[in-house]
């Protein structure tokens, strides 16, 4: 039976992480300069989740919509990507943060995939914060390709079609070793969903704050979060 939840800190976070692209060209820097400064406040968020009780963070870095921008801008943010895998793999994995991709990996270059790799398999055992990272990923192509993998599955007998329900299907998404978002948080004052986790987010609360990401700072994290403990999530039900 559907619940209320009593647990007040959100137990995973998802953020959207817009707004760099503006945050530059309001100084007169090129949009690259924005995502760089964008990519040094990751660390900082990440690091406040231990003391705010908050297991698993999950961050939207690259879109399936995403490859749409100027070839400058997106081979620009591939080698940001692995330029800052390369220098945060030993502090992560020395902080104890165990790292996650999602998305669809067939179109990264093979360089930017292994480092993904490297990255994951090191902090495997980690046991401290979840971090999730959202790269070249999209919620409608992220179902599409685990109803791809239901029907193989079907076609090779391994599933019965008739068991398949709405517990099945989160199995085969990328996101099959998350539990579902609590809270989504979008910076930058667009107040839309842009393809992040959409199956996992039905019952996640939704934050739409003006800050620029490369703005965002630990304070404000905290501040998003008192106002997440004021909701009352009902999930359906009415409470008793
Ligand atoms: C978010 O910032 C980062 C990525 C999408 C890679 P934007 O680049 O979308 O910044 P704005 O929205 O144009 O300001
Ligand atoms: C969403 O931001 C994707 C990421 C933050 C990685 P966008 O800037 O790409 O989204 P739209 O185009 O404003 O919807
Ligand atoms: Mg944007």
Known sequence: MAQCSRRKTPRHVAIIMDGNGRWAQMRGHRRLV??????????EILRTCPNLGIDYLTIFAF??????????????????????IRYE?????????????IGDRVRLE?????????????TAGNSGTYL???????GRDEVARAARRLAQDVARGQLDPR?????????????????????????????RI?????WQSAYAEYEFIDTLWPDFTPAEFATVLNRFDNRKRRFGAVPV
């Open 194 to 198: 842009s393809n992040f986790l959409l």
């Open 110 to 122: 093979p360089a930017l995939v292994d480092l993904m790799d490297n990255l994951e398999l090191l």
């Open 89 to 101: 793999t030993q502090s992560l994995h020395d902080e104890g943060v165990r790292v996650r991709f």
């Open 34 to 43: 924005g995502h760089h400064a964008g990519a040094k406040r990751v660390k």
């Open 63 to 84: 879109s399936t919509e995403n490859w749409k921008r100027t070839q400058v801008e997106v081979a620009g943010l591939m080698t940001l990507f692995k330029r800052y």
């Open 132 to 138: 999730t990272i959202a790269l070249d990923y999209g």
């Open 163 to 191: 068991v398949v329900s709405d517990e099945t299907l989160p199995k085969y998404l990328d996101t099959y070793f998350l539990p579902d978002p609590d809270l989504v948080i979008r910076t930058s004052g667009e107040a």
